[in-house]
């Protein structure tokens, strides 16, 4: 069985189109608190000697969804077109 692993270039794709989806984005969720929906996706590379920080959250209250997206380029807080720029 040979398991397939994204490359960084890659999982940086999906992170942008994720944010694209949800950037803009305010819905309501089930008011069922056993339904509700937490995630987070933290990812750290290196690319051209600068050390990148991702970190994506997804967070629901009784009945709001919240996402967030937090880049950070060389411990310096920046937005997707940081990102953007290495893809």
Known sequence: MKIRVKSTKERVKGIIEIHQEFKNS???????KSDRLNWENNFEF???????EIMQECNSSAK?????LSVYVN??????RALKKIV
Do not use: L
């Open 64 to 68: 709001n969804v919240y996402y967030s």
């Open 46 to 52: 290196k690319f051209n000697n600068d050390n990148y």
């Open 75 to 80: 411990n310096v807080k920046k937005d997707i």
């Open 26 to 32: 305010y819905f309501w969720y089930g008011n069922n």
